[in-house]
C-alpha cells in the first residue's frame, strides 16, 4: 500500500463525514441531552461522570452506536467508534442504565452509584438476539456484577495468544522502565537490563509497536528495542501477542510488544510524584568521574577523510598541522572522586478536558518525569588458554550515572460519536555516564603483566515518536476504519569515548615496575593508550496503516467480521564511528627524522592527568619528541542503509455456536539496501527484495462461558538487521568483545503452532496451559571466534518448543472462603515457562557435541511469582514479585580445528523486589516504599567444561533438572568445581521512597 494510496483513503473520509451528516446531527440530539440541565453547573463538579464501553459478549470487541439512556430521566447518548461512551456533570446518586442495539437484546444495569467529583466506570456486554429480530429482550443486572463479567468477556475473546499488564498493576511494583515491566508477564525475562526475551528467544525475534506504530531499533550493534529508554510511569497498559494474525506484522516469533502509553483524559486532574532511592553498595559510596565525559570533537577538527589524507600525505607540513591539532584538542583525561548520591524521581502530570457543543471535545494529556539512578558495580573478569588454565584476572569498577527524561503530550478531538481523531507524542532521552576502572594480570607466568586501565564513556539516547491517527464509525454501511501515520527518529551518540591503559610487572619478591603506557606508531584501537572512539547512529520510521472492518450476519447464528487493511513503512539509517588516538610522533622534519627513537620515554609514565598535555605533544626539543594524532577509522566503521515494507492483508473473523475462526493472509514486499566497506577498502553492496505471502489461522473453541480451548498456527519470518549486514567490528569495552556482521545474511522463516486451555473463573482471575512449537530455517545466531570475536551468521536450522502455566487468584478462592475480608483482598499469581530448544551449527563448527546447542539466549524455564495484598477501606496495599530464569547462552561457541573457543553461558539467577503502599486524605496521597532486587545475587558468565568424572545427580535433583532444564545432569548448568567464570558481578539491593500527590 503506497503512501498516495492513504492521501486518497484521507479524501475518501472526509466526503464520508459529509455522507454521513445527518446521523451525526441525530446523534447530536442524544448528546445534547446528556448533561443534567435542572442542576446549575457550578454546584455539580465537571468529573463527576459516568463513562464506559460497550462490548459484544461473543467476541469482545466494542460495540458503536449502541444507544444508551438514563431510566426515568431525558438522558440519552450514542456509543462512539470505540464503543465508548459518558455522561458528565451526574448529581450523586444511584442510577438505572437502558442499552440498546438493534438485533441485540436489551439490558438494564442497575445501582450505578455516583460519587461526587468520581468516575464510575462500566464495561457492559451485549449479546445477539440471533436472527430473533422481532423479539423483545430485556434483562436487568446489577452495575458491579456486570462490569466484572464484562472485564472477564474482553480477556476471553482476544483474537490471539496474549499476556500483559495493566498501569495499575505497574503502579504496584518499584518498576521505573518498561524493561522492569516486562519480566512480569508470563514467557518473557529481560537480558542486559534492557532487552527482551520472549519464549526463549532473544531480542532480534521481537517486534516493538508503540500505539499502533512501529518502533525503530534503538541500538546500533543489534537488532533490539532498548526498553530502558522508556518510563514505566507513563505506561497505560503493555501486551504482548504471542500469536500471529493477519493484521500484526510478519517479522515475529516470540512476540509483539505493544505499548500504549497513557489516553487523554475525560476530566480536569493533576498528579506529581517524587522520589528517592538508596543502593546498599552505591549511594554515599565514593565515585569516579570525568568533569568532561561529554566533550566532543571540536567543530574545527576535520572529517576522517580530510584528516586520513593529511597523515597520508606525510609532508613537513601535513606532520605539524597534525600535531597542531593535537595541541589545541585538549581535553580532560585526570579522573575526580565524589560521593554517590541517592537516586531521584520526579514526575508531573496535568489532565485536561474542553467540552464543546453536543459530543464535540478535546483532551490533552501532558506528562514529564525524570529519574536519576547511580549505580556501582564490581565485575571480575577472566580468559583462560584452555579450560581450566587461567591467562588473564581482571577487576571491573564501574561507576555508572544514568538520567532517563521522558515527555508525553496527547491530544485527544472527538468530531462527534462516530469520528474521532487522536495526535499522541513521545520524547524520551537517556543519558549514562560510566567510568571504568580495570586492574588486573595480563598474564600468569612468573613476573606477570598485569594492566592498569581507565574508560571514560557517555552515551546519548534520544527518541521521538509521535503518532496520527483516526478512528472513524459508518452508521448506515457499518463499516469501522482506523488509521494511523507515525514518525519516528532515534538518535544513538557517543561523543568521545576515552580509553587509557598502563601496563606495569609484578615480581616475585613483591615489588612492581613503574606503570607504563606503550603506544604504537600508526596503531590505534581499543586497547591502546590515548584511545579515543565516537559514534553516531541515526535512524527514523514513517510509516502508514489502515484497518477497515464490517461485520456480516448470516442466518442460524453464523457471523463474519471482515477486515482488511495494509501498511506502508520506510527505514533508514546513517551509522558512523571513528577510531582516534595518540601515536609517537613521527616523519621527517627539517631532515631530522622523528620517531621511536627520539621519542621522549618519560611521556609513557605520566598520569592521567598530565600525559595528554600539549607540552607532551608535537616535536619538544632538538631530536625530542612526544606524541601526535593519528586516525585509524577504517571503512567499515560507517554505513547506510534503508529498507522499504508495503504489506496488505485480509482477515475473516468467523463465529457460528461455540466456535471462532479468525483467518486469512498478509502479503508483504521487503527490499533492503546497505553501502559500506571491508577493511581493504572494498565496496559492501547489498540490495535484497523479497515478496513473502503469511499465512494464520487462529481457531477458539468455547468450551463453556468460562473456558477456552485455542490452537493456532502461522508462518512469520526474521530479517537481518543493518548492523548484522554491516562489516563494521564494534568493540565492547566493557565485555572485551569485538563484533562483525555478516552481509550475505538470509532471511529466516519461521513456522509457528500453539495450543492454548484457560479458565476465566471471574473477579479478574485467571488459569491457562499454553504449548507451542517453532521450527526455523536459517535462524541468525552469534558465533564465538578467536580472539574474543564474534560474528552474525545463519545457522542450518533450529526448533523452539515448551509450556507456558499461568494463573492468577483470589487467596480466598483456594481457600474456599469468600467471606474473609484479608483472604478476598490477597492476590496471587504465577507464571511458568519450560522451552526446549536446539538450532543446528553444524555448518559453521567441526565439533559433532556443538550440532544441537539450544538457541542464543534461550533460558530453559522463565519463574515469575507475585502475592499482592490491596485494602481499600484502610487505604494499605503490599506487593511482592520475583523472577527467575534458567541457564542460558550468552554467546555460541566455535571449535574449529586449533581454533577452540567455548559456548558463553549466562548462569540463572533470582530477582526478588516488594512494594509497601499506604494512603492518606482519600486517595490523593500515597506513599510508596519500594524495594527492588532484594537479594541480589551476582551475575556469572561462564564456559561449561563438562569435564569427566563429574558425580552423577540422582533423586529427586535429578528429577528436578529434568523437569525444568531437559537434562537429569544439568550438564550445561553452572558447576563450580569444573567450569570457568569468565565474569562475575555484583550488585547491591536498592531501596527508594516515592510520595504521590493527586490534585
Known amino acids: 500500500m503506497k503512501l498516495s494510496f492513504f492521501f486518497f483513503f484521507l479524501f475518501f473520509v472526509s466526503s464520508v463525514f459529509s455522507q454521513s451528516s445527518d446521523v451525526a446531527e441525530s446523534t447530536n440530539s442524544y448528546v445534547a441531552n446528556a448533561t443534567p440541565t435542572s442542576i446549575s453547573s457550578n454546584k455539580i463538579d465537571e468529573s463527576s461522570i459516568i463513562k464506559g464501553t460497550v462490548i459484544e459478549e461473543s467476541t469482545g470487541k466494542p460495540l458503536p452506536g449502541v444507544l444508551i439512556s438514563i431510566v426515568g430521566t431525558k438522558l440519552a447518548n450514542l456509543t462512539d467508534a470505540e464503543g465508548k461512551f459518558s455522561f458528565r456533570k451526574m448529581p450523586a446518586g444511584k442510577y438505572n442504565l437502558q442499552f440498546s442495539l438493534f438485533s441485540f437484546a436489551t439490558k438494564i444495569i442497575s445501582e450505578v452509584e455516583v460519587i461526587d467529583k468520581e468516575a ?79 519464549r526463549g528467544l532473544n531480542d532480534r525475534y521481537n517486534t516493538t509497536y508503540l500505539n499502533g506504530a512501529p518502533l525503530p531499533s534503538t541500538e546500533p550493534d543489534r537488532k533490539a528495542f532498548s526498553f530502558d529508554i522508556f518510563p514505566a510511569n507513563m505506561i497505560d497498559n503493555l501486551v504482548i501477542y504471542k500469536t500471529a494474525s493477519p493484521d500484526l506484522p510478519g517479522e515475529f516469533a516470540g512476540g509483539v510488544v505493544e505499548i500504549t502509553t497513557k489516553a487523554t483524559p475525560d476530566k480536569n486532574f493533576q498528579t506529581i510524584a517524587i522520589g528517592t532511592g538508596y543502593n546498599t553498595i552505591t549511594t554515599g559510596k565514593n565515585q569516579l568521574y570525568s568533569k568532561d565525559i561529554k566533550s566532543a570533537l571540536p567543530s ?58 453536543g459530543e464535540e471535545s478535546l483532551g490533552l494529556l501532558v506528562s514529564l518525569s525524570h529519574n536519576v539512578t547511580n549505580n556501582y558495580n564490581e565485575t571480575n573478569r577472566r580468559t583462560y588458554e584452555t579450560p581450566g588454565a587461567l591467562k588473564e584476572n581482571q577487576l571491573d569498577q564501574t561507576y555508572n550515572e544514568q538520567k532517563l527524561s521522558g515527555a508525553i503530550v496527547n491530544l485527544g478531538l472527538k468530531i462527534n460519536v462516530n469520528n474521532s481523531f487522536s495526535f499522541k507524542n513521545l520524547y524520551s532521552v537517556n543519558s549514562e555516564s560510566r567510568i571504568m576502572y580495570r586492574n588486573g594480570s595480563l598474564s600468569q607466568e612468573s613476573d606477570p603483566f598485569y594492566i592498569s586501565s581507565t574508560n571514560r564513556l557517555y552515551i546519548n539516547n534520544k527518541i521521538y515518536t509521535g503518532q496520527l491517527a483516526g478512528e472513524h464509525f459508518l452508521p448506515v454501511s457499518k463499516i469501522k476504519i482506523n ?30 615496575s613503574t606503570p ?140 457460528f455456536n461455540k466456535f471462532r475462526v479468525v483467518w486469512g493472509a498478509r502479503l508483504e514486499n521487503y527490499s533492503q539496501k546497505l553501502d559500506s566497506k571491508y577493511d581493504n577498502g572494498d565496496p559492501v553492496k547489498v540490495d535484497v527484495t523479497q515478496f513473502d505471502f503469511l499465512p494464520s489461522v ?61 479458565i476465566f473463573p471471574g473477579k479478574a482471575q485467571l488459569f491457562s496451559i499454553s504449548a507451542f512449537y517453532k521450527d526455523f530455517t536459517n535462524p541468525i545466531e552469534v558465533i564465538a571466534k578467536a580472539n574474543n570475536s564474534n560474528q552474525y551468521k545463519n545457522a542450518l536450522s533450529g526448533t523452539n518448543y515448551g509450556i507456558e502455566l499461568e494463573y492468577r487468584t483470589l487467596v480466598s478462592s483456594i481457600f474456599s472462603s469468600e467471606n474473609t475480608k484479608i483472604l478476598n483482598d490477597l492476590t496471587l499469581f504465577t507464571n511458568l515457562a519450560i522451552i526446549r530448544s536446539k538450532v543446528d551449527i553444524s555448518n559453521l563448527v567441526s565439533s559433532d557435541k556443538l550440532e544441537d546447542t539450544p538457541l542464543q539466549g534461550q533460558s530453559p524455564y522463565v519463574f515469575n511469582a507475585g502475592l499482592q495484598y490491596m485494602n481499600k477501606e484502610l487505604g494499605w496495599s503490599f506487593s511482592a514479585n520475583m523472577n527467575r530464569i534458567g541457564n542460558r547462552i550468552a554467546i555460541h561457541g566455535n571449535q574449529t580445528q586449533n581454533d577452540e573457543t567455548y559456548a558463553y553461558w549466562e548462569k540463572s539467577r533470582t530477582v526478588l523486589d ?51 532444564t531437559g537434562d537429569s545432569q544439568n550438564k550445561n548448568g553452572y558447576n563450580s568445581k569444573e567450569d570457568d567464570i569468565v565474569s562475575k558481578t555484583k550488585f547491591g539491593p536498592t531501596l527508594s521512597l516515592g510520595v504521590y500527590y493527586n490534585f
Not at 612 to 624: D, Y
Not at 713 to 734: C, I, V, W
Not at 926 to 941: G, H, K, M, P, T
Open 120 to 198: 464510575t466506570i462500566l464495561t457492559v456486554s451485549l449479546s445477539e438476539l440471533n436472527g430473533v429480530l422481532d423479539e423483545v429482550v430485556v434483562k436487568t443486572v446489577k452495575a458491579k456484577t456486570e462490569s466484572v463479567k464484562s472485564l472477564l468477556t474482553m480477556q476471553k475473546n482476544s483474537v490471539r495468544v496474549s499476556d500483559g499488564i495493566s498501569a495499575e498493576s505497574i503502579k504496584r511494583t518499584p518498576d521505573k522502565t518498561a524493561s522492569d515491566v516486562l519480566k512480569r508477564i508470563s514467557g518473557a525475562s529481560i537480558q542486559n537490563n534492557k532487552f527482551v526475551i520472549i
Open 300 to 357: 574545527y577538527f576535520p572529517d576522517v577523510a580530510s584528516f586520513q589524507t593529511l597523515q597520508n600525505t606525510k609532508t613537513e607540513t601535513s606532520i605539524q598541522q597534525i600535531a597542531s591539532l593535537a595541541k589545541t584538542y585538549q581535553t580532560d583525561w585526570n579522573l575526580d572522586n565524589k560521593k554517590f548520591s541517592p537516586n531521584t524521581s520526579f514526575q508531573y502530570t496535568l489532565g485536561r478536558y474542553f467540552k464543546f457543543i
Open 483 to 512: 488509521w494511523v501515520s507515525s514518525f519516528s527518529n532515534v538518535s544513538r551518540e557517543v561523543p568521545s569515548e576515552r580509553r587509557n591503559a598502563y601496563v606495569y610487572t609484578k615480581y616475585d619478591d613483591g615489588s612492581e
Open 516 to 655: 607504563t603506557a606503550f603506544f604504537s606508531i600508526n596503531s590505534v584501537g581499543a586497547d591502546y593508550p590515548g584511545s579515543i572512539y565516537t559514534q553516531e547512529n541515526k535512524e527514523y520510521i514513517i510509516s502508514t496503516k489502515v484497518d477497515i472492518s464490517k461485520k456480516i450476519n448470516f442466518p442460524k447464528g453464523f457471523t463474519t467480521d471482515l477486515k482488511i487493511g495494509g501498511i506502508t513503512q520506510s527505514r533508514n539509517r546513517k551509522f558512523a564511528a571513528r577510531q582516534l588516538g595518540y601515536n609517537p610522533f613521527n616523519g621527517t622534519i627539517s631532515g631530522i627524522q622523528y620517531g621511536d627513537s627520539t621519542f621522549l620515554t618519560s611521556i609513557q609514565t605520566q598520569t592521567n592527568s598530565t600525559i595528554f598535555n600539549a607540552a607532551n605533544v608535537g616535536i619538544l626539543g632538538p631530536k625530542s619528541s612526544g606524541l601526535t594524532l593519528f586516525d585509524g577509522t577504517k571503512g567499515n566503521d560507517s554505513y547506510t542503509a534503508e529498507s522499504n515494507l508495503d504489506a496488505e492483508y485480509l482477515m475473516i473473523d468467523n463465529i
Open 698 to 758: 487462529n481457531v477458539i473453541y468455547s468450551l463453556t462461558k468460562k473456558q477456552n480451548l485455542r490452537l493456532s498456527a502461522s508462518k512469520t519470518l526474521n530479517r537481518p538487521e543493518f548492523r548484522e549486514l554491516a562489516p563494521f567490528l564494534f568493540y565492547d569495552n566493557a565485555t572485551k568483545m569485538n563484533t562483525s556482521g555478516d552481509p550475505t545474511l538470509k532471511i529466516t522463516d519461521i513456522i509457528n503452532a500453539d495450543l492454548r486451555y484457560e
Open 914 to 964: 516488594f512494594q509497601l503502599a499506604k494512603f492518606f486524605l482519600k486517595d490523593k496521597l500515597e506513599f510508596r516504599f519500594n524495594v527492588q532486587n532484594a537479594l541480589a545475587q551476582d551475575l556469572y558468565i561462564y564456559q561449561n567444561n563438562d569435564l569427566s568424572g563429574t558425580k552423577e545427580i540422582k533423586g529427586f535433583n535429578a528429577f528436578v533438572n529434568k523437569v525444568f
